[in-house]
Structures are given as structure tokens and as C-alpha cells.
């Protein structure tokens, strides 16, 4: 059950767009569309932002997106905002009937 | 309002056990798998176990299976973590996490607070 590869950081200035990658095998995020993204502010519990690959839960911003191409996700926050700074993490189902995480990528906004 | 609390938490030698519970409410506990996640001090996120609505499926992370044990009590809207043989990496907040699906395969959409665990001699 290795952890799912994610960039460490990103930054991205008020307005632009910033996409975060979840780089997996195909045991995993290639071989389902069982993928999901979390937002975790410092000392808070992480909020799903996405799941099923693409799938926005109510109340989550359309500014928020998510695709998937071969064994890599993808997160994209467009408009980006002050308040989108927080560390996002992905997760995938595996064929282990598992879940494993990214390892988490700090979102600055400059 | 949608709640889980955890509850449990709290310092422990190596070696030896802790039952973590997290009580639901506002919601309809009896429907939805669901699953640990804990993180470390200053770490990411890792997922521990999960259970389905029925208790029919149960899986377990490598790194506690064998030592751990998930368990649910829908009449209570109760879930359970029996800790045993912890380890000093055992120590993390452990958070009590509600499943979008019936089965362990949703998205994580509700989030206790968390208990926190540590593991220290």
C-alpha cells in the first residue's frame, strides 16, 4: 500500500488557476474511479472536495474540479482564493478494497 | 447537524490496548460504511480501516492488521476501534469518518474532531 505521489508544494497568485497532481498505480487510482480530494486547514479536520473522480459535494465550490487520465488525478482550483490556501490531499479505493492518501500538497496563494 | 464524536483517545504504553468509540448523530448511521483515518503529529493522512453498513466487509490497513479491530453497533449508532500491541508509530489523532456509500468505497464526507492517541512509555 504505497502512498500516492503528490507534488509537496504549489503556489498560484489571486485569480489564476492551480492544478495538483495524485500520481498512482494502475492498483489503484488506474484502475478505479473511486478517487477523491480533501482540503485540511491547519488544526481542522479535512473536508472532502471531491470524490468518484470528479463529483463535487453540495455546498463545495465550482471552482473546484477534478479528472483523471491513466494512473494520475488531478485537482483544479480555478479563481483561486485567499481563503483555497490549505494542504489538499488525494486518496484512492485500491484492489485491495483499501483506501490509501497522497502524501498531501501545501497550497500557497501568493 | 450531522456529528461524530470521538472518544477514547489518551496516553498508553507500548504493548498495550485502547478501544476508540465515536457515537453519530443527525444522520442515519445504520446506512453508510465507515472508516478510521488517522494523521501523526505534524503528518498526512492514513487510512486505517474500514467497515460496510452491515458490518459484512471489513478491511484493515497493512500497518494494523492483526492488532486492530473495527467494529459497529448500528442499534447504539456506534462505531469502534480496538487498539492492541500499540506502537510508538500508533501515535496520531484518529479521526472517526462517515462513509458517502453503503459500502467502503465512497468518498470520506463527514468528519468526527478526532481523539488523539499516544503511545509512550
Known amino acids: 500500500q504505497s502512498a500516492l505521489t503528490q507534488p509537496a508544494s504549489v503556489s498560484g497568485s489571486p485569480g489564476q488557476s492551480i492544478t495538483i497532481s495524485c500520481t498512482g498505480t494502475?492498483?489503484?487510482?488506474?484502475?478505479?474511479?473511486?478517487v477523491s480530494w480533501y482540503q485540511q486547514y491547519p488544526g481542522k479536520a479535512p473536508k472532502l472536495m471531491i470524490s468518484?473522480?470528479?463529483k463535487r459535494p453540495s455546498g463545495v465550490s465550482n471552482r473546484f474540479s477534478g479528472s483523471k487520465s491513466g494512473n494520475a488525478a488531478s485537482l483544479t482550483i480555478s479563481g483561486l482564493q485567499a481563503e483555497d490556501e490549505a494542504v489538499y490531499y488525494c486518496?484512492?479505493?485500491?484492489?485491495?478494497?483499501?483506501?490509501?492518501f497522497g502524501g498531501g500538497t501545501k497550497l500557497t496563494v501568493l | 447537524e450531522l456529528q461524530l464524536v470521538e472518544s477514547g483517545g489518551g496516553l498508553v504504553q507500548p504493548d498495550r490496548s485502547l478501544r476508540l468509540s465515536c457515537a453519530a448523530s443527525?444522520?442515519?448511521?445504520?446506512?453508510?460504511?465507515m472508516h478510521w483515518v488517522r494523521q501523526a503529529p505534524g503528518k498526512g493522512l492514513e487510512w486505517v480501516s474500514g467497515?460496510?453498513?452491515?458490518?459484512?466487509?471489513?478491511v484493515y490497513a497493512d500497518s494494523v492488521k492483526g492488532r486492530f479491530t473495527i467494529s459497529r453497533d448500528n442499534a447504539k449508532n456506534s462505531l469502534y476501534l480496538q487498539m492492541n500491541s500499540l506502537r510508538p508509530e500508533d501515535m496520531a489523532l484518529y479521526y472517526c469518518?462517515?462513509?458517502?456509500?453503503?459500502?467502503?468505497?465512497?468518498?470520506?464526507?463527514?468528519w468526527g474532531q478526532g481523539t488523539m492517541v499516544t503511545v509512550s512509555s
Open positions: 469518518i462517515k462513509d458517502s456509500t453503503a459500502m467502503v468505497t465512497g468518498g470520506f464526507d463527514i
Open positions: 443527525g444522520l442515519s448511521f445504520e446506512y453508510y460504511a
Open positions: 467497515i460496510s453498513w452491515n458490518s459484512g466487509s471489513i
Open positions: 494502475s492498483s489503484d487510482v488506474g484502475g478505479y474511479n473511486y
Open positions: 468518484d473522480v470528479n
Open positions: 486518496s484512492s479505493f485500491t484492489s485491495s478494497s483499501t483506501w490509501v
